[in-house]
């Protein structure tokens, strides 16, 4: 299954974006965010839960990123507020069948992309001074 992102751009530092991925017909129990600046390993960025129940962020987003799901319309949101330009980077969404944030399961998500068994190409995010 290919997840298709869009939302991203150009913004100066304290604008905000959102980013939008589709997941093609599909409902997964996990979506989360990555991202991947030049020269640096794709990193977390945050995740959502099945029914969105529970949310997890790295901690230079915390407060500022709010990542939402849409089971109706099998879409996953990330909205970026006051942005910096440390967020420049090219963002992936993921979607995976692990389940997390409910009883009996893990607190945290998969962390790692290999922990993930779906994504698609990645949107630009570029936050300039």
């Known amino acids: 299954v290919q997840l298709q992102a869009s939302g991203g751009g150009l913004v100066q530092a304290g604008g905000s974006l959102r980013l939008s991925c589709a997941t093609s017909?599909?409902?997964?129990?996990?979506y989360a965010w990555f991202r991947q600046s030049p020269g640096k390993e794709r990193e977390f960025v945050a995740a959502?839960?099945?029914?969105?129940?529970?949310?997890y962020y790295t901690d230079s987003v915390r407060g500022r990123f709010t990542i939402s799901r849409d089971d109706a319309k099998n879409t996953v949101d990330l909205q970026m507020n006051s942005l910096k330009p440390e967020d420049t980077a090219v963002y992936y969404c993921?979607?995976?069948?692990?389940?997390?944030?409910?009883?009996?399961?893990?607190?945290?998500?998969?962390?790692?992309?290999?922990?993930?068994?779906?994504w698609g190409q990645g949107t630009q995010v570029t936050v300039s001074s």
């Open positions: 993921y979607a995976g069948h692990n389940t997390w944030g409910v009883a009996g399961t893990a607190t945290t998500p998969p962390a790692f992309t290999n922990e993930y068994d779906s």
């Open positions: 017909g599909r409902s997964f129990a996990t």
């Open positions: 959502v839960s099945w029914g969105g129940e529970s949310l």
